[in-house]
């Protein structure tokens, strides 16, 4: 290889790459700040924004602007071929899950209060510090659920426990839950008597638990914001009968430790992120050949059908 060639390689590949890392991780940052965080006019579920928009957003822009470019690349392996646009993918997806775990983090404001009932006077925030509280410990509810894990290999019992915050008005719709959960993992190679009393035991301990459990070690509480846990949670307090409408409800999480301590290293792997896949971009041009021929041809519609086609190995 060349180095004139490498850098013919680079100065062509390059830009898409910047530019699609640009508009979709930092696109979607933006996005997400002025509408989800800045004016609240957005809300969705937390693991949309962390994990399946990171994942499939940077995919059409790879095969729209950075896909077709790889066809100046010669490859010994034929199988070989689209792994630049996989290997970009995996660099972007990596680092859109990063950068908005870091916006998760360092856009959680923490907010004192007198009591939960003045929550309602306030702007919303992912963290709250309540000077005083009670806790009807007399009105618990609780959801089970039984999910398989990723692999396949194991079974994940959770239980979610909520019990309501006392307030002025006792008469009135409850509104304020405190949210407890519990997680356990079984292996699928377990009979099913033995998973039967795995699960019985783990009951039992949660029962045992939530009924020991010290409601007020902690002033600290996180607000839930649109998730599958607050979901869950939102099922076991649809059991009470003086229940306010689902969007109403506000389940709060006791916190030991305060949310925002680990802010700088969160920032400093965002640029970690993206100077790695830079690296790793740059890295793997190094081993396709150049063509010079492959590189005079203009762009077609057809090159775009075929690189993808190359991506996901269809003939």
């Not at 983090?105 to 000077?131: G, H």
Request: aromatic share 18%; with cysteine.
């Amino acid at each position: 290889m060349s180095f004139e060639n490498y850098i013919i390689k680079a100065k062509y590949l390059l830009p898409p790459f910047l530019k699609i890392t640009l508009y979709t991780v930092g696109g979607l940052a933006l996005f997400r700040w002025i509408f989800s965080i800045y004016f609240n006019s957005i809300e969705i579920n937390e693991e949309l924004w962390e994990l399946w928009l990171p994942l499939f957003l940077p995919m059409l822009p790879i095969f729209i602007w950075l896909n077709p470019r790889t066809t100046i690349l010669i490859y010994k392996n034929a199988r070989s071929e689209g792994s630049i646009a996989i290997i970009a993918m995996f660099t972007m997806i990596m680092m859109g899950i990063i950068t908005q775990k870091y916006i998760t983090v360092t856009t959680s404001k923490i907010i004192t209060l007198n009591n939960v009932e003045s929550i309602s006077k306030f702007e919303k925030a992912r963290y709250y510090y309540l000077d005083t509280y009670e806790i009807d410990t007399t009105r618990i509810r609780k959801y089970s659920e039984i999910s398989e894990s990723k692999f396949g290999n194991k079974t994940i019992l959770t239980m979610y426990f909520v019990t309501p915050f006392k307030t002025q008005y006792a008469q009135q719709p409850i509104q304020y839950w405190y949210g407890i959960q519990f997680k356990k993992l079984i292996y699928n190679k377990l009979t099913g008597k033995q998973k039967d009393n795995e699960f019985k035991g783990f009951t039992e301990m949660c029962n045992r638990e939530v009924r020991n459990h010290n409601y007020y070690a902690s002033n600290l509480f996180e607000r839930l914001p649109k998730s599958v846990d607050s979901e869950k949670y939102l099922i076991a307090a649809q059991q009470q009968s003086n229940l306010i409408n689902n969007k109403s409800n506000i389940i709060l999480r006791p916190v030991f430790e305060r949310p925002q301590s680990n802010n700088r290293f969160t920032l400093i792997w965002v640029f970690y992120t993206f100077l790695a896949s830079l690296a790793i971009f740059m890295f793997f041009l190094i081993f396709p050949k150049y063509s010079k021929r492959l590189h005079d041809k203009k762009l077609t519609y057809r090159m775009y059908i075929d690189g993808i086609k190359k991506v996901f190995y269809i003939k």
